[in-house]
């Protein structure tokens, strides 16, 4: 308690100018939407990264090829 005490004191000593400033740096809406937008980002390339490691249905499963259709005739070139 004696410590909260103490901290309640050193606020008095403080620039509020200096606190703004340093608040709206951090936190303004600009310095948010910017660090939310990093956030979606590294998300997004996250997903990304995840699904092209993962080989599709259709690539890791010839008995869905050879349902579809001729499976000499590649699939990335259309069926026939």
Do not use: C, H
Not at 3 to 14: F, L
Not at 40 to 63: E, G, H, I
């Amino acid at each position: 308690m004696e410590t909260a005490v103490d901290a309640v004191q050193q606020i008095r000593k403080m620039d509020r100018r200096l606190v703004r400033q340093t608040f709206e740096a951090r936190f303004g809406i600009s310095q948010m939407a910017k660090n939310y937008l990093n956030v979606y980002k590294q998300l997004v390339q996250k997903d990304f990264r995840k699904k092209r490691r993962r080989p599709s249905a259709m690539t890791s499963n010839p008995s869905l090829q050879t349902e579809l259709g001729d499976s000499s005739v590649p699939l990335s070139r259309g069926l026939p």
